[in-house]
T-cell receptor
Framework: DAGITQSPRHKVTETGTPVTLRCHQTENHRYMYWYRQDPGHGLRLIHYSYGVKDTDKGEVSDGYSVSRSKTEDFLLTLESATSSQTSVYFC??????????????FGPGTRLTVL | GNSVTQMEGPVTLSEEAFLTINCTYTATGYPSLFWYVQYPGEGLQLLLKATKADDKGSNKGFEATYRKETTSFHLEKGSVQVSDSAVYFCALTGAGSYQLTFGKGTKLSVIP
């Protein structure tokens, strides 16, 4: 299994509070991604990173920010959580390059509930 | 932009039944196509993939063929098992990109 961990695995918070989710990898992969999974929507890309300090927006980036100060860590921050951000959040990594075995590996997910 | 459409679920089958989950896509150029599987309480795992037209991806008895003429990548298995119960996602990456675009997922339940 690819070395990806997410923390916390479960979190309940209140509307208006800041929340930070952490993704940690031990694979030294260049690319890291944050997705959210919601019923009827599949997985949607929030933000991604293509290197240390290099990030870009995905499809559903409003209300989220990210930071990547080290190769191994990619943080997702909800500055002021809203109930619409209740979801399961997945981190993924990809080595880059065009190798036939290159693929995105997913973490175990973080279930976030905003009351 | 890119998009993936897969059949709505849930799908309930008896053990040893034949499985088809339809997937069609819209993309410019020549995307790579993927099927991911999510078992209960877990993250997504790559099940199979195909990177060019007419390629067949296969794994664990599942198969899917990249059909450019019909822009499809249907997932099939000849004889499902209870352990195949999961949510299946069709996905693609555009040419020259690593970003995945997912379908909405199809939940499969296999009953003994």
């Amino acid at each position: 299994d690819a070395g990806i961990t997410q923390s916390p695995r479960h979190k309940v918070t209140e509307t208006g509070t800041p929340v930070t989710l952490r993704c940690h990898q031990t694979e030294n992969h260049r690319y890291m991604y944050w997705y959210r999974q919601d019923p009827g929507h599949g997985l949607r890309l929030i933000h991604y990173s293509y290197g240390v300090k290099d990030t870009d927006k995905g499809e559903v980036s409003d209300g989220y920010s990210v930071s990547r100060s080290k190769t191994e860590d990619f943080l997702l921050t909800l500055e002021s959580a809203t109930s619409s951000q209740t979801s399961v959040y997945f981190c993924a990594i990809h080595p880059g390059g065009s190798g036939v075995d290159n693929e995105q590996f997913f973490g175990p997910g973080t279930r976030l509930t905003v009351l | 932009g890119n998009s993936v459409t897969q059949m709505e679920g849930p799908v309930t089958l008896s053990e040893e039944a034949f499985l088809t989950i339809n997937c069609t896509y819209t993309a410019t150029g020549y995307p790579s196509l993927f099927w991911y599987v999510q078992y209960p309480g877990e993250g997504l795992q790559l099940l199979l993939k195909a990177t060019k037209a007419d390629d067949k991806g296969s794994n664990k008895g599942f198969e899917a063929t990249y059909r450019k003429e019909t822009t499809s990548f249907h997932l099939e298995k000849g004889s499902v098992q209870v352990s195949d119960s999961a949510v299946y996602f069709c996905a693609l990456t555009g040419a020259g990109s690593y970003q995945l675009t997912f379908g909405k997922g199809t939940k499969l339940s296999v009953i003994p």
